[in-house]
């Protein structure tokens, strides 16, 4: 469980200089009320975090009963057995801005932190923007390892994790009772 001091730390804006984040956006093929309510609660996330390119992919996991609000917590069980436990600092229904984070399985890093933004198209779909913050520690490898990790994984992963938010959220909505 994370402490009161790290869900503070993890919890801060994202900074202005993205060397460190990775950015993606989808469109989505169901209206805004429907893809807040039931992105990430609602979804198959072992169809959202696939293996890729050696990182594990989640096999299961288990959620608080007040999941996804502030708070709450999901905790993954990998594809290696390794387990993360995210937790939820912020979900704000007025901007429709939902904030996760954890501390990452490697010690080069102070925390991971995800930011979804979630907003309503002319047409009626929701655009859903991904921004991940790999927060190095503030030493040399720290930094080399994020920019390494940036580059040649964490963009693919993400990019491929929002491609399966996105069709999660479709077939949840073309399959809703």
């Known amino acids: 469980m994370l402490t009161q001091q790290q869900i503070r730390d993890m ?5 202005a200089d993205s060397t460190y984040i990775v950015t993606n956006t989808a469109i989505m093929d169901a209206p ?5 309510e039931n992105l990430p609660k609602n979804l198959d996330i072992s169809n959202i975090m696939r293996p890729y390119r050696g ?3 989640a096999a299961s996991w288990v959620v608080t009963q007040e999941f996804n609000e502030p708070g709450s917590n999901i905790t993954y069980t990998m ?3 390794t387990t993360i436990t995210e937790t939820i600092f912020k979900r704000d229904p007025a901007t429709h801005h939902y904030v996760y984070g954890y501390l990452p399985p490697v010690p080069i890093f102070d925390f991971w932190q995800g930011n979804l ?5 002319p047409d009626g779909r929701t655009e859903v923007v991904w921004r991940y913050w790999l ?4 030493t040399v490898i720290g930094k080399l390892g994020a920019r390494l990790l940036k580059r040649f994984i964490w963009s693919g992963y993400t990019a491929r994790g929002i491609q399966g938010m996105k069709a999660e959220v479709e077939r949840l909505y073309r399959n809703q009772g």
């Not at 919890?11 to 900074?15: E, I, R, V």
């Not at 805004?32 to 807040?36: A, M, S, Y």
Request: charged share 15%; net charge neutral; no cysteine.
């Open 32 to 36: 805004l009320d429907f893809v807040w």
């Open 55 to 57: 990182l594990p992919g």
């Open 117 to 121: 933004f979630y907003s309503a198209t």
């Open 135 to 138: 927060k190095p520690k503030n």
């Open 11 to 15: 919890s801060a804006p994202l900074p």
């Open 79 to 81: 594809t290696d057995n």
